[in-house]
C-alpha cells in the first residue's frame, strides 16, 4: 500500500469544490496529501475545504479563475509561496450546454473552450513549468467518456473533451524526459451538481443512460477516486499518456 501513500505530497485540484473534482480532492487528502481546492468561487471551495479539514486531513481554498492566465499564475506562486512545492495537478473544471452543434452560439462555443479546454492548457502549462524544474510531478485530466459513444445535444461538450484528451497526450510525449506524467480520467454518466438538474427534469435521459450501461447504475463522484489515487501515485510512475475509462462499461456498446 506505500505505492499509493501521498504524504508529504502538495495537489492542486482545479474545480474541487464539488462533484468528482471534490471527491478526488477528498481522496488525495484521506492519502495524506495536502489537498489545494481551487475553483473560481472562494466561498464554495472555502466550505469544500471545511468538509475536508473535518476529517483530521489537510484542505485550503484558493480562488481561481482558469480562464486567466494571472489568475492562474498567481495560484500557483501562492501554493510555492506556501507549501514550497507542487507535486500533483488535478484539472477537474467544466461547464457543459446541451445543444445541438446547430444551434449553438459563438458565446457558448468560447465559453466551453475557454474553461473546458484553454483553462486545462493554462493550469497544466503554468504548473507543469514547476513540476520540469523539481523533475518530478503526476497531472490528471478529468476528460470524458463521450470522447467515444457520443450523446445528442453534448456536441461542444465532446468536442473540448476530445481536445483535452489529445492535450494529454502531447504533454505526456513532451514531458516524460522530465519525470512529469501526464494521464486522464474518462468518467461515464455520473450523477453531479453539472448534470443532477438535468437528469431531474428529464428522467427518461437518466433511465437511457442506465440502460446503456453494462454496469446497471450511474457512477457517483467517489467511483474515480481509486483511479486518481493511482494516476496521482507512485504506482504510475510507468503509466503515462493514457486515458483510463472508469464508466461503467459505457465505451464497450
Known sequence: MNLFDLSGKVAIIIGGNRGIGLAIADGLASAAAVAVIANRNASQGERAAEKIRAKGLRAKAISVDVTQRKSVEALAESVLNEFGRIDILVNSAAIIVRKLIVDVTDEEWDSLMSTNLRGAFLCCQVVGRRMIE??????????????????????????????????????????????????????????????????????????????????????????HVGAALLLASSASDFITGQTLFVDGGSNLI
Open 134 to 223: 523539481q523533475k518530478r510531478g503526476k497531472i490528471i485530466n478529468i476528460s470524458s467518456n463521450i470522447i467515444q459513444p457520443l450523446q445528442p445535444g453534448r456536441g461542444v461538450y465532446a468536442i473540448t473533451k476530445a481536445g483535452l484528451t489529445q492535450l494529454t497526450r502531447v504533454l505526456a510525449f513532451e514531458w516524460a524526459q522530465y519525470n512529469v506524467q501526464v494521464n486522464a480520467i474518462a468518467p461515464g454518466p455520473t450523477i453531479t451538481d453539472l448534470n443532477r438538474k438535468f437528469f431531474e427534469e428529464h428522467p427518461e435521459d437518466l433511465r437511457a443512460r442506465i440502460q446503456s450501461m453494462p454496469i446497471g447504475r450511474m457512477g457517483q463522484p467517489q467511483d
